[in-house]
């Protein structure tokens, strides 16, 4: 394991930079590929294994200049393309290049408000970086432009620098529009609805806002105060913002419109129910899905054991059934949280987990155990219902299943019996009932997916919804691109509203001069 700190990646970066900015105007694009990518600065894993503190650092001024010298400023834009909200990329990265920090902010902001978010959390390998022309030149995705990166460094650059950018807000409509959830989607749809000057209530069900960004992810990942930072913005801009507001409960989704005179609803309420395999045992003291064990230790701030009396399982023997994003957060959480040992098994190699890159790698350096081509059978339990093992089955690789991935094939007689004492499930979430089954004119496919046309539009007039309500559990920016397509239907729809009352006012207003 080589862990480079970050004043010596600052060093590097220094000379190397120097060198660079003497003949930047004259670089040429094989010159501009030879720069080298630039490494991001992580805490010492024997250190960061043990606290909640962000693990990635970020880049330093001089890497960032150097990560954006790299960029070929293509003609064909693929990676403004590939990104779901189209942040004009190569806009930013060129003032990075220069120095213009400032300018940059000003580039993204006019897209999204969530950067110092983005950046941090979103897979660009497989979006806005996939297809980079230098990632191509040098054949390996990892070498593309560090777009998600330098995405972070001018968000953060703005928030530390205190040169926040607050985006201009049109004068007021008269219009009124219901956000329910403040994840990624609603975060978009209120920010995008207050710029055209429509009144914006964000309706939150937790007591804090940010939905899965902020019960989902670790501090460690994705830091509470950025969050809140970002959210801040909103209320800067005049968003109204209500916690403890559960729809379907508190209020129907349709007394918003009929008795609360909403013009316009937007539906982001998440994909927060945990998916169980239904095996032996899952209902023993010590198992967890990974939803509830990320919110207690996160949002409710069990790892804050002087100033938290949230309770949470005291764990040694960790085993996390999944393989994604989400397995890897629970796991890196379990060894914070004072575990042992902590497993993750996943019934494929590593080459299929859908987990970032990235995360693995973190995991790995943490002391997280991976146990590949195995699943767990059946969950065993002591005499007091509490979980002291599990039997696993081994796999092999089949044949490629419907998701493109080889099917793992059981090895029969292969169980084995796992000492363990928590086991934490991290397959997957489905969509939030509890608005369609209080809503019953809301139409959902069996998953429970909200139903939407091309615009986002539901089954119901006025009504609008996005993120992983209707995708299921998917990327924070996949439900930001979703929010950005209902934000701009909703504002068609409100304009159009607001043109027939106005001709409306004008002829009531001419008929009069008549008489």
Same mark, same amino acid.
């Given at each position: 394991m080589t862990h480079h700190s970050k004043d010596n990646l600052q060093a590097e970066a220094k000379v190397l930079l120097e060198a660079y900015l003497q003949k930047a105007d004259q670089l040429k694009a094989k010159d501009r590929t030879h720069i080298p990518s630039q490494i991001m600065p992580n $805490?010492?894993?024997?250190?960061?294994?043990?606290?909640?503190? !962000?693990?990635?650092?970020?880049?330093?001024? !001089? +890497?960032?200049?150097? !990560?954006? *010298?790299?960029?070929? +400023?293509?003609?064909?834009?693929? %990676?403004?393309?590939? %990104?779901?909200?189209?942040?004009?990329?190569?806009?930013?990265?060129?003032? @990075?290049?220069?120095?213009?920090? !400032?300018?940059?902010?000003?580039?993204?902001?006019?897209?999204?408000?969530?950067?110092?978010?983005?950046?941090?959390? %979103?897979?660009?390998?497989? +979006?806005? $970086?996939?297809? %980079?022309?230098?990632?191509?030149?040098? &054949?390996?995705?990892? $070498?593309?432009?560090?777009?998600?990166?330098?995405?972070?460094?001018?968000?953060?650059?703005?928030?530390?620098?205190?040169?926040? /950018?607050? =985006?201009?807000?049109?004068?007021?409509? #008269? &219009?009124?529009?219901?956000? @329910? #959830?403040?994840? =990624?989607?609603?975060? /978009? /749809?209120?920010?995008?609805?207050?710029?055209?000057?429509?009144?914006?209530?964000?309706?939150?069900?937790?007591?804090? *806002?940010?939905?899965?960004?902020?019960?989902?992810?670790p501090e460690f990942r994705l830091p509470n105060a950025i969050i809140d930072k970002e959210i801040e913005t909103l209320n800067e801009m005049g968003v109204e913002l209500i916690t403890n507001f559960v729809v379907g409960r508190t209020r129907k989704l349709t007394d918003l419109i009929e008795k609360d005179k909403y013009d316009a609803v937007f539906i982001g309420t998440g994909a927060g129910l945990p998916i169980f395999s239904g095996i032996e045992g899952e209902n023993l003291v010590g198992v967890f899905s990974a939803n509830e064990y990320l919110t207690r230790a996160n949002l409710m701030r069990a790892y804050d054991k002087e100033h938290a009396d949230t309770p949470i399982f005291s764990s040694k023997i960790v085993a996390v059934l999944g393989g994604g994003n989400v397995a890897m957060d629970s796991a890196r959480m379990a060894k914070r949280m004072g575990a042992e040992t902590v497993y993750v098994i996943y019934r494929r190699t590593e080459n299929e987990m859908p987990a970032r890159k990235e995360e693995v790698l973190h995991a790995k350096e943490e002391g997280i155990e991976f146990r590949f081509l195995e699943n767990v059978k059946r969950i065993i339990g002591d005499n007091y219902s509490c979980v002291n093992s599990v039997e696993c089955l081994r796999y092999e690789l089949g044949d490629p299943d419907e998701s493109g991935r080889r099917k793992p094939v059981e090895i029969t007689g292969s169980e084995f019996i796992q000492e363990v004492d928590t086991v934490i499930v991290a397959i997957g979430n489905g969509s939030n009932p509890l608005i369609s089954q209080t809503t019953p004119q809301l139409k959902v496919n069996r998953k429970g997916n909200v139903l939407v046309d091309g615009t986002q539009k539901t089954s119901m007039d006025r009504v609008f919804a996005g993120g992983d309500i209707v995708l299921g559990a998917a990327t924070v920016i996949l439900a930001m691109g979703e929010g950005r397509k209902a934000a701009a239907a909703i504002n068609n729809m409100l304009l159009h509203d607001i043109q027939i009352e106005k001709a409306a006012l004008e002829e009531v207003c001419n008929n009069a001069l008549d008489i």
């Open positions: $805490q010492d894993p024997l250190i960061r294994r043990y606290n909640l503190e !962000e693990v990635s650092l970020g880049f330093t001024a !001089e +890497q960032a200049q150097l !990560e954006a *010298m790299r960029c070929l +400023q293509c003609i064909k834009k693929n %990676c403004v393309l590939d %990104c779901p909200v189209n942040i004009n990329i190569p806009g930013f990265i060129n003032h @990075i290049a220069h120095g213009n920090f !400032e300018e940059a902010i000003k580039i993204v902001k006019e897209t999204t408000l969530l950067p110092a978010i983005c950046g941090r959390v %979103c897979p660009q390998e497989s +979006q806005c $970086q996939l297809h %980079c022309a230098v990632g191509k030149a040098l &054949k390996n995705v990892d $070498q593309s432009v560090a777009i998600g990166r330098l995405e972070r460094f001018v968000a953060d650059w703005e928030r530390e620098s205190g040169r926040k /950018v607050i =985006p201009d807000v049109k004068a007021p409509t #008269g &219009k009124k529009v219901a956000v @329910i #959830g403040s994840g =990624p989607a609603g975060l /978009v /749809v209120a920010a995008d609805c207050k710029r055209e000057g429509h009144h914006v209530t964000l309706f939150e069900a937790f007591h804090k *806002m940010g939905g899965v960004l902020r019960y989902g992810i």
